[in-house]
């Protein structure tokens, strides 16, 4: 069975600061990784995915994810904090390996980013 | 090109009525999923539809139910509700049959249950 972690419930950086969101899955196969954002009261929105090739994985509005395949982890970064990237973002695997028929998507439990002024 | 539309975007129900939710992917898309999002349970996975055929199933009780149509767009239903029904409930569409793709998500149909 696939799995997403992430372990920090909310993270509170400052406006301009380096930020990280945690993100640690579990997949039998090749894991396709994603992350997502959800601002209040709206659907989530695609930011960057992991499929294969360059470990470093550039995506939408400044943010990058870095893929460790031996520490089974995909964190999000941002170098420079804004107070717009205060939301709720999510990290979601897919199994795209051999163990057999098709796989659904598995989301995290979701990390609050407060980005303080 | 529209996004994913949800209809209704907000609605409120008594125990033991029942709910159908209605999604329209992105033009094109061909496969549709819905997902409960609560507080406590976070992101939920209920169903995915691939051309009018059900891929994949959470696990949900028998209550919750889907189907898809021929022209992609898909519906959910909820019956018997309970209080524990009440959610966001999103819907997600992308390309269909490859499983990189990412996932495109309408803004949700929030339910609650009195």
């Known amino acids: 069975a696939q799995s997403v972690a992430q372990p920090e419930d909310q993270v509170n950086v400052a406006e301009g600061n380096p930020l990280t969101v945690k993100c640690t899955y579990s997949?039998?196969?090749?894991?396709?990784l994603f992350w997502y954002v959800q601002y209040p009261n709206r659907g989530l929105q695609f930011l960057l995915k992991?499929?294969?090739?360059?470990?470093l994985v550039k995506g939408s509005y400044g943010f990058e994810a870095e893929f460790n395949k031996s520490q089974t982890s995909f964190h999000l970064k941002k170098p420079s904090a804004l107070v717009s990237d205060s939301a709720l973002y999510f990290c979601?695997?897919?199994?795209?390996?051999?163990?057999?028929?098709?796989?659904?998507?598995?989301f995290g439990t979701g990390t609050k980013l407060q980005v303080i002024p | 090109k529209a996004g994913v539309t949800q209809t209704p975007r907000y609605l409120i129900k008594t125990r033991g009525q029942q709910v159908t939710l209605s999604c329209s992917p992105i033009?094109?898309?061909?496969?549709v999923s819905w997902y409960q999002q609560t507080p406590g349970q976070g992101l939920q996975f209920l169903f995915e539809?691939?051309?009018?055929?059900?891929?994949n199933k959470g696990n949900f009780p028998g209550r919750f139910s889907g189907r898809q149509f021929s022209n992609s767009r898909s519906e959910m239903n909820v019956s018997t509700l309970e209080l524990g029904d009440s959610a966001l409930y999103l819907c997600?569409?992308?390309?269909?049959?490859?499983?990189?793709?990412?996932?495109?998500f309408g803004e949700g149909s929030r339910l609650t249950v009195l």
């Open positions: 539809y691939f051309s009018e055929t059900q891929r």
């Open positions: 997949v039998s196969g090749n894991p396709y």
């Open positions: 992991y499929i294969t090739g360059d470990n």
């Open positions: 997600a569409s992308s390309l269909g049959q490859g499983i990189t793709g990412e996932l495109f």
């Open positions: 033009s094109g898309h061909r496969s």
């Open positions: 979601a695997v897919r199994d795209g390996g051999n163990s057999g028929g098709y796989q659904k998507v598995t």
